[in-house]
């Protein structure tokens, strides 16, 4: 099984400040089958970025995706106050498909 | 527009079972993986089962294995995941999302809400 770790827990900034969420897979994830998605308090989590650097539709620009193997990096450029949330990866390669705990970016 | 919908949570007591259901529309459902990914409330997400678009093969997550099954009916458009045994943690928000092995999830419903208790 992948495990995938977060760094930091919680991320405390303010709007216009940019943003670096880490995701670190126990294995090489082949194929960078990683994704990491947004969930707002009280909604369903949303589809940001898919092999680990390509935007889903609609997602602004903002938001850039890197990485590779082991080490992956979700950077938000400038934060926008709706951008505060919850922020998950997942590698959808190997069964089991695993989530990262998770980040909280807050204010 | 696509949209999947979830129905058939509620509250069970302890060693018995629920299936849950999920409708999808907007896309071409049989070409596309399918999952159930679960969420206590206040907590953080978790993959349950996916499913690949024939339906041929099946993904569990070991929490689930033996006791939860995931099937799809392509015809209908819709997913399912029968879950038998249940025990107090599996008490949680269950999302069906499109998507599966190596196809992301892009489209989520709202969740129907099991809870497992006495």
């Known amino acids: 099984e992948i495990v995938l770790t977060q760094s930091p827990g919680t991320l405390s900034l303010s709007p216009g400040e940019r943003a670096t969420l880490s995701c670190r897979a126990s294995q090489n994830i082949v194929g960078s089958y990683l994704a990491w998605y947004q969930q707002k308090r009280g909604q369903a989590p949303r589809l940001l970025i898919f092999?680990?650097?390509y935007r889903a539709t609609g997602v602004p620009d903002r938001f850039t995706g890197s990485g590779s193997g082991t080490d992956f990096t979700l950077t938000i450029s400038r934060l926008e106050p709706e951008d505060f949330a919850v922020y998950y990866c997942?590698?959808?390669?190997?069964?089991?498909?695993?989530f990262g705990p998770g980040t909280k970016v807050d204010i | 527009e696509v949209q999947v919908v979830e129905s058939g949570g509620g509250l069970v007591q302890p060693g018995g079972s629920l299936r849950l259901s999920c409708t999808a529309s907007?896309?071409?459902?049989?070409?596309?993986?399918m999952s159930w990914v679960r969420q206590v409330p206040g907590k953080g997400l978790e993959w349950v089962s996916s499913i690949s678009g024939s339906g041929g093969t099946t993904f569990y997550a070991d929490s689930v294995k033996g006791r939860f099954s995931i099937s799809r009916a392509n015809p209908t458009n819709t997913l399912y995941l029968v879950m038998n045994s249940l025990r107090a943690e599996d008490t949680a928000l269950y999302y069906c999302?499109?998507?599966?092995?190596?196809?992301?999830?892009?489209?989520w419903g709202q969740g129907t809400l099991v809870t497992v208790s006495s």
């Open positions: 907007g896309f071409i459902f049989g070409a596309y993986g």
């Open positions: 997942q590698q959808y390669g190997s069964s089991p498909f695993t």
């Open positions: 999302a499109k998507g599966g092995r190596q196809q992301p999830s892009d489209s």
């Open positions: 092999v680990a650097s």
